[in-house]
C-alpha cells in the first residue's frame, strides 16, 4: 500500500516516491468525498455528532497533502511538482465543497444554537465552533446564489491575479542584468559576491569569466543586489541597479499597475458583498487587532518615537560619509545602504565571518537545547534513528517533561540545499496535540526546516549569527506547538492563532540571542575551544540597533499605506495608488523617495501573498514578544529562580494555550496586564514620543 495512504503517526518518509504517491489521492479524495456526503445527511447538531465527524472526514486527506507539500519543499524536483500540481486542484475543490456546504453551515448553527439555549460546550469548543462559523461565512456560504456565483468569480479572479502579480516580479527581476567588465568597476565586492557575479555571468554564455577577473552579472536577485549596494564602490553602478530595483515591474510585459487597481478594486467588492464597509474590515475581523483605528494608533505611536531619532541617523550618516570623501550636499537613495554599511564597520568593528567561528552547530543546539530545559522545564533528547528520515542530514528528537512523561517529538533538517530545498526557514505543524473520542491523546509531532551554511569538506560545521537566531525563531513556533495543552486539534498547538499574534512565540525566542548568559553559554570558537569574549558580545548587541529607527519608519510606511489602502482608499484627493504611496513616504521616511520610485509594483506581500490589510502584523507580534521578554528582564535575568519561574508562567500560558482563547487574554494571563510598547521601542533603542490621546492599552 501507498504510504501516503492514511499515514501512520510516523510517516514511513523513506519509502515516499512521487510514484506511490498519486493513487493514494485518488483514494483518500473519493473517501472523503464520501464521507462529507454521509455527514451532510446525517448530522447530528453536537459536538460528537458533527465537529468531531467533520475533523475525522477531512483528515486522512488533509494530512497526506500536508506531506506531499512537505516532500516538494525539501526534495523538490520535476516529478514530485507534477504529482503535487496533478492533486492540487481536487485538494482545492474539496476544501470549497466543504467550506460552502450549506447543510453542515446549518449544522454548525444549530449546534451554536443549542449552546445558548443550554452551554454544552467548553469554551475552547465554543471558540472553535464560532471560528468555524465565521469562516464559513467568509467562504460565501450565506450569500445568495447569484452574489455567491459572483464571489467564486471574485475569489477565481483575484487568486489568478496574485500568481500573476508574484510572477511579473520573478520575470521582471530576472529580465535585468548588469554587465561590469573592467576590474575596477567591480572594487569593493566582497569575494563571496564575486564569485557568485561570475557564475552568472558564465550561466549567461561568458565562458571564460572568474571571480578573480570578470566579467561579472550582477542582478536584482535579493542575494545579490543587497550585498552589492553594502559594498560596491561604483557610484554609477548603484545608482543604475537601484533605478531598476524600485521600477519593477512598472511597465512593459511585466507592468503590475493594472494589477493594483484591479486587486483593490475586486476586494472591496468581495468585502462589500460579506457585509462589511472595507476590505480592513474585513482582513481585521479575523485577526487580534480587531479594528483600524487599533493598527493606526499603534502606527502613530511607534512612529512618534522614531521620527526624531530617524532625522538624527540620516544627519549622522552624512556627516559620516562627507568626513569620509562623499562630497555632495545630500545622499541619494543609492549611496544610504553603501555608507551605512561603511558606518556600521567603523562603529562596531567585527565582521559577520569572525563571528560564525564561535558557533559551532551542535554546541548551538545544545545551548538551545538547555535553554528550553531552563526556562520550560524540559527535556530534549537525540532519537535519530529511531523512526525513518527525508534526507540523511535530518535528525530526530523527543521532547518530554522533566519527570518523564513523552510531549512531543520532532524532526530537524538544517543545512541548505538549494538545488531541492526551497529557501528560508519554517516550521511545519504535522501531529498536532488531540484526544480522540476513545481517550487516547496524539502527541505533536513538528517539522523544522532551516537552510544553514553547508559545512566544507572536513570544516566543522559553523553558523552566521543571522542563523542562530532564525534556528532560535523557528524553534519558538515549535515550542508553541509542542508544549501545548489543548487537545482540540483546532486550537491546539498553533493552530487557531490569530495572523498578527502567531509571531509572538518565535519572535520572543529571538530575543535569547542578545542575553549575555545564553549566547556565551552556546558558543565555542571552532580552533581554539574558547567561549565569546564579552567585548565581542556588547558589539553584537550594540550593532543591533545600528540605524534602528530607520528600519522601523521604513516598516510603518509600508504598514500604513497597505492600511490605507484597504481602508481608505480610493478617495477623491488620491487619483491612484502611487499617490497614497508618495504621502505615507513624505510622513514616515526621513529621506524622500525618488520621483520614478514604483515600488508599490513588487510589493508581493499585500498584492500577491496574505499580508492584505495586515502587514502591520509584523510590528503587532513584535510588541508583544518584547513585552513578553520584558518580563524576564523585570524578574532579573540574573536571578536563576526568577527566570525559572517566569519560564514556568510563559509555558503555562503563552505556549499551553495556543489558539485555545484570545491572543490579547493569553497575553494578560501571562503578564498580568494588557501589552505595551515601551520594551519594543526599549529593546530598539528608541523611546517613547509625545503621549497621544489613545487608548494606553493598544495593541
Ligand atoms: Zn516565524
Known amino acids: 500500500m501507498s504510504p501516503f495512504y492514511h499515514i501512520p503517526y510516523y510517516p514511513a518518509f523513506d519509502r515516499m516516491t512521487p510514484e506511490n504517491a498519486a493513487p493514494a489521492f ?370 530526530f528528537f523527543r521532547v518530554a517533561d522533566r519527570n518523564g512523561t513523552p510531549l512531543a517529538c520532532f524532526f530537524f533538517d538544517p543545512y541548505s540545499r538549494p538545488e531541492t530545498k526551497s529557501g528560508g526557514a519554517w516550521m511545519n505543524d504535522f501531529r498536532t496535540r488531540d484526544r480522540r473520542p476513545d481517550g487516547t491523546v496524539q502527541l505533536p509531532m513538528a517539522l523544522l526546516v532551516c537552510n544553514q551554511s553547508v559545512p566544507v569538506g572536513n570544516a566543522p560545521p559553523v553558523m552566521r549569527f543571522q542563523e542562530v537566531q532564525t534556528l532560535f525563531h523557528e524553534f519558538g513556533h515549535a515550542l508553541q506547538h509542542m508544549l501545548t495543552t489543548v487537545e482540540e486539534p483546532e486550537a491546539s498547538g498553533i493552530n487557531g492563532i490569530e495572523w498578527d499574534a502567531v509571531e509572538v512565540a518565535s519572535q520572543f525566542m529571538e530575543n535569547w540571542c542578545y542575553d549575555r548568559a545564553t549566547l556565551k553559554g552556546l558558543s565555542r570558537h571552532a580552533e581554539t575551544g574558547a567561549e565569546l569574549p564579552d567585548a565581542l558580545f556588547d558589539k553584537i548587541v550594540a550593532a543591533k540597533n545600528h540605524r534602528a529607527a530607520g528600519a522601523m519608519l521604513r516598516q510603518l510606511f509600508f504598514a500604513a499605506t497597505d492600511m490605507d489602502l484597504y481602508a481608505r482608499y480610493p478617495r477623491q484627493e488620491w487619483p491612484d495608488a502611487e499617490r497614497v504611496k508618495r504621502l505615507n513616504a513624505e510622513k514616515y521616511l526621513p529621506s524622500p523617495l525618488l520621483p520614478e520610485d514604483r515600488a508599490l509594483c513588487s510589493f508581493s506581500h499585500i498584492f500577491g501573498g496574505g499580508y492584505a490589510a495586515g502587514y502591520y502584523s509584523y510590528k503587532w507580534s513584535e510588541v508583544l514578544s518584547s513585552d513578553a521578554f520584558a518580563a524576564f528582564e523585570e524578574a532579573g535575568l540574573d536571578d536563576e529562580a526568577a527566570v525559572r519561574a517566569t519560564g514556568r508562567r510563559f509555558r503555562d500560558t503563552l505556549l499551553a494555550l495556543g489558539g485555545s482563547a484570545d491572543p490579547a487574554e493569553v497575553f494578560r494571563l501571562f503578564r498580568g496586564r494588557a501589552p505595551s510598547i515601551d520594551a519594543l521601542l526599549r529593546h530598539s533603542g528608541l523611546s517613547a514620543g509625545p503621549r497621544r490621546n489613545a487608548p494606553p492599552n493598544q495593541p
Open 26 to 395: 485518488a483514494r483518500l479524495l473519493a473517501e472523503a468525498r464520501d464521507a462529507v456526503d454521509a455527514l451532510e445527511r446525517s448530522a447530528v447538531p453536537s459536538w460528537a455528532g458533527l465537529m468531531r465527524p467533520l475533523h475525522d472526514a477531512c483528515h486522512p486527506l488533509y494530512d497526506s497533502w500536508g506531506i506531499l507539500c512537505h516532500m516538494l519543499s525539501v526534495m523538490n524536483d520535476e516529478a514530485w511538482r507534477r504529482v503535487q500540481e496533478s492533486v492540487q486542484p481536487d485538494i482545492v475543490a474539496f476544501s470549497l465543497r466543504v467550506g460552502q456546504s450549506r447543510a453542515l453551515y446549518g449544522g454548525l448553527k444549530a449546534l451554536r444554537d443549542a449552546d445558548r439555549a443550554a452551554p454544552c460546550l467548553a469554551p475552547v469548543q465554543r471558540r472553535i465552533l464560532t471560528k468555524a462559523i465565521h469562516g464559513a461565512e467568509q467562504a460565501g456560504v450565506g450569500l445568495p446564489p447569484a452574489e455567491q456565483a459572483r464571489f467564486n468569480a471574485i475569489e477565481t479572479e483575484l487568486a489568478r491575479l496574485s500568481t500573476a502579480f508574484r510572477n511579473n516580479v520573478l520575470d521582471a527581476t530576472k529580465a535585468y542584468a548588469l554587465t561590469l567588465r573592467a576590474p575596477e568597476e567591480a572594487e569593493g565586492l566582497p569575494p563571496a559576491l564575486l564569485a557568485v557575479a561570475a557564475q552568472a555571468a558564465r550561466d549567461a554564455g561568458e565562458a571564460g569569466a572568474t571571480a578573480g577577473n570578470g566579467p561579472w552579472k550582477i542582478t536584482l536577485d535579493i542575494a545579490v543586489y543587497l550585498p552589492f549596494m553594502m559594498h560596491s564602490r561604483n557610484r554609477a553602478a548603484r545608482e543604475q541597479l537601484y533605478r531598476a530595483y524600485v521600477t519593477r515591474s512598472a511597465s512593459g510585459a511585466s507592468d503590475n499597475s493594472p494589477l493594483i487597481e484591479q486587486i483593490l478594486s475586486l476586494r472591496r467588492e468581495l468585502a462589500r458583498l460579506l457585509g462589511y464597509p472595507t476590505f480592513a474590515d474585513l482582513s481585521l475581523s479575523n485577526k487580534t487587532a480587531k479594528t483600524v483605528e487599533a493598527v493606526d494608533t499603534l502606527i502613530a505611536q511607534l512612529a512618534d518615537a522614531s521620527r526624531d531619532a530617524g532625522r538624527r541617523e540620516a544627519d549622522e550618516l552624512l556627516a559620516f560619509a562627507r568626513a569620509n570623501g562623499f562630497a555632495e550636499p545630500r545622499l541619494q537613495p543609492w549611496d544610504i545602504t553603501y555608507w551605512a554599511e561603511r558606518q556600521r564597520e567603523h562603529q562596531y568593528d567585527y565582521s559577520d565571518e569572525e563571528l560564525s567561528r564561535y558557533f559551532l552547530f551542535p554546541r548551538v543546539l545544545e545551548g538551545l537545547f538547555s535553554l528550553a530545559g531552563r526556562l520550560f522545564g524540559i527535556a530534549i533528547t537525540a532519537a535519530d534513528g529511531e523512526t525513518p528520515v527525508w534526507h540523511p542530514d535530518v535528525r
